[in-house]
């Protein structure tokens, strides 16, 4: 007699691909435009537009819209839509303030700087450079954050990095604007990040600190509020 078949239906392993939440990618959408300047400061956003754009219906528009606002990146407006919010000036000040309270530390701390820091920093320097070439400035300036996380992240300081994790979202979004007004920046940044690195690979701690002070003042010095 043949052994019966199993007629257990065959599980699909595609649940494991399963696309986000539809909140989730309305969220992604607006927030990646947003960071990547597509949306600019001071677009108005209609939750039929950005339905139609995702594909899905307005009740995960107004649930991602509403998460974004937490986020401090729009500005919800009844019965009219969602305002993208302008980098203003004194944005711009608390975050250089803050960045070189933490990089200047970090720089010092880095070392003596561990082969494993120093490989790393290597990597993303090239990719820095690679992605310069091809023209994606949001890929640059994902790399360049990337590239002062590592050194921040090898202070051996939990809350610092922490600290340093929620200035994310804004420093990529003024990342890629200095990169539009000045596009001689992306080289300019690739230069002192190599200085970065040679003054780490050699020990010098001062000389690490006064790199990220010059390199991270130039962001104030470049980036224009836009609501001046």
């Known amino acids: 007699m043949p052994a019966a078949s199993s007629s257990a239906p065959v599980r699909s392993t595609s649940s494991s691909l399963k696309r986000p939440p539809a909140a989730e990618r309305v969220y992604t959408h607006i927030k990646e435009a947003v960071l990547e300047r597509r949306y600019e400061g001071g677009t108005l ?33 009844p019965k009219k839509g969602a305002l993208v919010l302008a980098v203003s000036a004194q944005e711009i000040k608390d975050v250089v303030e803050t960045r070189l309270l933490v990089e200047e530390f970090a720089a010092r701390k880095a070392v003596p700087a561990s082969p494993r820091l120093i490989e790393r920093l290597e990597q993303l320097l090239e990719e820095q450079r690679q992605l310069a070439e091809a023209g994606d400035l949001a890929a640059v300036a994902v790399t360049d954050r990337c590239f002062h996380a590592e050194i921040v992240k090898h202070a051996g300081n939990e809350i610092l990095s922490r600290l340093y994790d929620q200035l994310r979202d804004r420093q990529l979004r003024m990342g890629v604007a200095v990169m539009e007004a000045h596009p001689g ?15 780490i690979r050699a020990g010098d701690a001062d000389g690490a600190a006064l790199v990220v002070r010059r390199h991270v003042g130039r962001v104030r010095e470049l980036v224009r509020g836009e609501d001046r």
């Open 185 to 199: 920046r992306i080289e300019a940044n690739i230069t002192e990040h190599g200085e970065l690195l040679e003054a």
């Open 45 to 77: 956003l209609t939750e039929g537009d950005l339905a139609d754009a995702v594909g899905v219906s307005r009740t995960p528009v107004r649930e991602a819209l509403l998460r974004l606002e937490v986020e401090g990146l729009i500005k919800l407006y």
